[in-house]
Protein backbone atom coordinates (compact mmCIF):
# COMPACT_ATOMS: atom_id res chain seq x y z
CA UNK A 1 0.00 0.00 0.00
CA UNK A 2 2.95 2.50 0.83
CA UNK A 3 4.63 1.96 -2.56
CA UNK A 4 1.28 3.02 -4.05
CA UNK A 5 0.85 5.98 -2.06
CA UNK A 6 5.02 6.93 -3.11
CA UNK A 7 4.68 5.88 -6.22
CA UNK A 8 1.74 8.98 -7.47
CA UNK A 9 3.86 11.66 -4.81
CA UNK A 10 6.91 10.64 -7.16
CA UNK A 11 5.64 11.13 -10.13
CA UNK A 12 3.99 14.16 -9.32
CA UNK A 13 7.16 15.78 -8.11
CA UNK A 14 8.99 15.29 -10.74
CA UNK A 15 6.20 16.56 -13.03
CA UNK A 16 6.56 19.72 -10.86
CA UNK A 17 10.35 20.11 -11.03
CA UNK A 18 9.94 19.71 -14.73
CA UNK A 19 7.29 23.02 -15.00
CA UNK A 20 9.07 26.30 -16.06
CA UNK A 21 12.62 24.16 -17.24
CA UNK A 22 14.50 26.18 -19.77
CA UNK A 23 12.63 29.57 -19.52
CA UNK A 24 14.78 31.30 -16.80
CA UNK A 25 16.34 33.21 -20.01
CA UNK A 26 12.63 34.08 -21.01
CA UNK A 27 11.67 35.18 -17.59
CA UNK A 28 15.09 37.24 -17.08
CA UNK A 29 14.69 39.03 -20.56
CA UNK A 30 10.46 39.70 -19.66
CA UNK A 31 12.38 41.48 -15.77
CA UNK A 32 14.88 43.32 -17.93
CA UNK A 33 12.16 44.67 -20.26
CA UNK A 34 9.86 45.47 -17.30
CA UNK A 35 12.38 47.42 -15.20
CA UNK A 36 13.59 49.72 -18.64
CA UNK A 37 10.01 51.03 -18.92
CA UNK A 38 8.71 54.48 -18.10
CA UNK A 39 6.09 52.95 -16.58
CA UNK A 40 8.13 51.76 -13.68
CA UNK A 41 10.78 54.36 -13.58
CA UNK A 42 7.79 56.09 -12.54
CA UNK A 43 6.52 53.82 -9.84
CA UNK A 44 10.48 53.72 -8.61
CA UNK A 45 10.47 57.29 -8.10
CA UNK A 46 7.34 58.18 -6.10
CA UNK A 47 8.24 55.50 -4.19
CA UNK A 48 11.74 56.72 -3.72
CA UNK A 49 10.42 60.15 -3.16
CA UNK A 50 12.99 61.12 -6.09
CA UNK A 51 9.98 62.99 -8.05
CA UNK A 52 11.56 66.60 -9.04
CA UNK A 53 8.42 69.25 -8.37
CA UNK A 54 8.13 71.60 -11.29
CA UNK A 55 5.94 75.04 -11.78
CA UNK A 56 4.77 75.33 -15.54
CA UNK A 57 2.69 78.13 -16.45
CA UNK A 58 -0.55 77.72 -19.26
CA UNK A 59 0.66 78.36 -22.73
CA UNK A 60 4.30 78.38 -22.18
CA UNK A 61 6.57 75.25 -22.48
CA UNK A 62 8.32 73.50 -19.22
CA UNK A 63 10.92 71.65 -19.61
CA UNK A 64 11.55 68.36 -17.64
CA UNK A 65 14.66 66.76 -16.97
CA UNK A 66 15.88 64.15 -19.27
CA UNK A 67 14.79 66.13 -22.36
CA UNK A 68 10.76 65.87 -22.77
CA UNK A 69 9.07 69.51 -23.34
CA UNK A 70 5.21 69.80 -22.51
CA UNK A 71 3.05 72.48 -22.86
CA UNK A 72 -0.14 73.18 -21.49
CA UNK A 73 -2.29 75.78 -23.40
CA UNK A 74 -4.28 78.31 -21.67
CA UNK A 75 -7.83 77.35 -20.87
CA UNK A 76 -10.81 77.91 -22.67
CA UNK A 77 -14.61 77.61 -21.78
CA UNK A 78 -15.89 74.22 -23.66
CA UNK A 79 -19.26 72.99 -23.67
CA UNK A 80 -19.41 69.27 -24.36
CA UNK A 81 -21.45 67.25 -25.72
CA UNK A 82 -25.01 65.29 -24.68
CA UNK A 83 -22.69 62.09 -24.78
CA UNK A 84 -19.62 63.11 -22.93
CA UNK A 85 -18.73 60.98 -19.93
CA UNK A 86 -17.93 63.03 -16.53
CA UNK A 87 -19.93 66.08 -17.63
CA UNK A 88 -22.87 67.26 -15.50
CA UNK A 89 -24.21 70.94 -15.63
CA UNK A 90 -22.64 72.03 -11.91
CA UNK A 91 -19.46 71.83 -13.97
CA UNK A 92 -17.44 74.45 -15.16
CA UNK A 93 -15.39 72.60 -18.23
CA UNK A 94 -12.36 74.02 -20.00
CA UNK A 95 -10.20 72.61 -22.71
CA UNK A 96 -6.36 72.65 -23.29
CA UNK A 97 -4.26 71.51 -25.86
CA UNK A 98 -1.53 69.35 -24.59
CA UNK A 99 2.19 68.94 -26.70
CA UNK A 100 4.71 66.90 -25.46
CA UNK A 101 7.63 66.82 -27.55
CA UNK A 102 10.11 63.93 -26.63
CA UNK A 103 13.88 65.02 -26.91
CA UNK A 104 15.04 62.47 -24.61
CA UNK A 105 17.09 59.26 -25.75
CA UNK A 106 15.03 57.07 -25.49
CA UNK A 107 11.34 55.77 -26.79
CA UNK A 108 8.61 57.76 -24.59
CA UNK A 109 5.51 55.87 -23.57
CA UNK A 110 2.64 57.51 -23.47
CA UNK A 111 0.68 55.45 -21.06
CA UNK A 112 3.41 56.05 -18.71
CA UNK A 113 2.02 59.74 -18.43
CA UNK A 114 -0.78 60.63 -15.81
CA UNK A 115 -2.86 63.76 -15.85
CA UNK A 116 -5.10 65.49 -13.66
CA UNK A 117 -6.74 68.43 -12.27
CA UNK A 118 -7.64 70.96 -9.57
CA UNK A 119 -9.51 74.04 -8.21
CA UNK A 120 -8.29 74.49 -4.66
CA UNK A 121 -10.29 72.09 -2.62
CA UNK A 122 -12.97 71.80 -5.90
CA UNK A 123 -13.19 68.39 -7.75
CA UNK A 124 -12.60 68.72 -10.98
CA UNK A 125 -13.07 65.40 -13.36
CA UNK A 126 -11.34 64.39 -16.91
CA UNK A 127 -14.34 64.99 -19.26
CA UNK A 128 -14.32 62.57 -22.61
CA UNK A 129 -15.78 63.35 -25.31
CA UNK A 130 -15.17 61.17 -28.41
CA UNK A 131 -17.36 63.35 -30.49
CA UNK A 132 -15.47 66.56 -30.24
CA UNK A 133 -11.95 64.64 -30.31
CA UNK A 134 -11.57 64.41 -26.25
CA UNK A 135 -10.29 61.16 -25.79
CA UNK A 136 -7.69 61.24 -23.34
CA UNK A 137 -3.99 60.84 -23.44
CA UNK A 138 -2.94 59.38 -26.50
CA UNK A 139 -0.86 55.82 -25.14
CA UNK A 140 1.64 55.36 -27.97
CA UNK A 141 5.53 55.39 -27.61
CA UNK A 142 6.67 58.71 -29.08
CA UNK A 143 9.61 58.05 -30.78
CA UNK A 144 13.20 60.26 -29.86
CA UNK A 145 12.67 63.68 -31.71
CA UNK A 146 8.99 62.88 -32.28
CA UNK A 147 6.36 65.71 -30.34
CA UNK A 148 2.33 64.80 -29.87
CA UNK A 149 -0.37 67.22 -28.84
CA UNK A 150 -4.07 66.49 -27.85
CA UNK A 151 -6.97 67.57 -26.43
CA UNK A 152 -7.54 67.62 -22.84
CA UNK A 153 -10.70 68.67 -21.17
CA UNK A 154 -12.01 69.17 -17.51
CA UNK A 155 -14.82 69.78 -15.65
CA UNK A 156 -14.36 71.50 -12.27
CA UNK A 157 -16.69 72.99 -9.58
CA UNK A 158 -15.23 75.96 -9.30
CA UNK A 159 -15.90 79.32 -11.44
CA UNK A 160 -14.37 81.34 -14.00
CA UNK A 161 -11.09 83.12 -12.28
CA UNK A 162 -11.12 80.64 -9.56
CA UNK A 163 -7.76 78.87 -9.72
CA UNK A 164 -6.76 75.79 -11.91
CA UNK A 165 -4.16 73.53 -11.87
CA UNK A 166 -3.63 70.94 -14.59
CA UNK A 167 -0.67 67.86 -13.01
CA UNK A 168 1.29 65.86 -15.22
CA UNK A 169 3.28 62.71 -13.67
CA UNK A 170 6.37 62.02 -16.20
CA UNK A 171 8.86 59.59 -15.21
CA UNK A 172 11.18 62.36 -13.49
CA UNK A 173 8.97 64.70 -13.07
CA UNK A 174 5.38 66.06 -11.78
CA UNK A 175 4.94 69.18 -13.20
CA UNK A 176 1.68 71.90 -12.31
CA UNK A 177 0.78 74.42 -14.60
CA UNK A 178 -1.14 76.66 -12.86
CA UNK A 179 -3.73 79.30 -13.72
CA UNK A 180 -7.59 80.03 -13.45
CA UNK A 181 -10.59 78.63 -14.69
CA UNK A 182 -11.78 80.30 -17.95
Known sequence: ???????????????????????????????????????????????????????GVFGETTAIEGGIDVTVSQPMNFMPSADAQNYTENLTVNTMEISIKNGSTEDLDTSSIVFSADSGVNTCLEIVDPENGYEGVPVVILPIGETISFKYATGCVGKPGENLV??????AAKVNFEGTIA
Not at 15 to 26: H, I, K, M, R
Not at 166 to 171: A, R
Open 1 to 55: MKKLVILPVALLALLLSACGGGGGNSEKSASDEVAGTQANKLTEDQTDGALVSIK
Open 166 to 171: VKTWFS
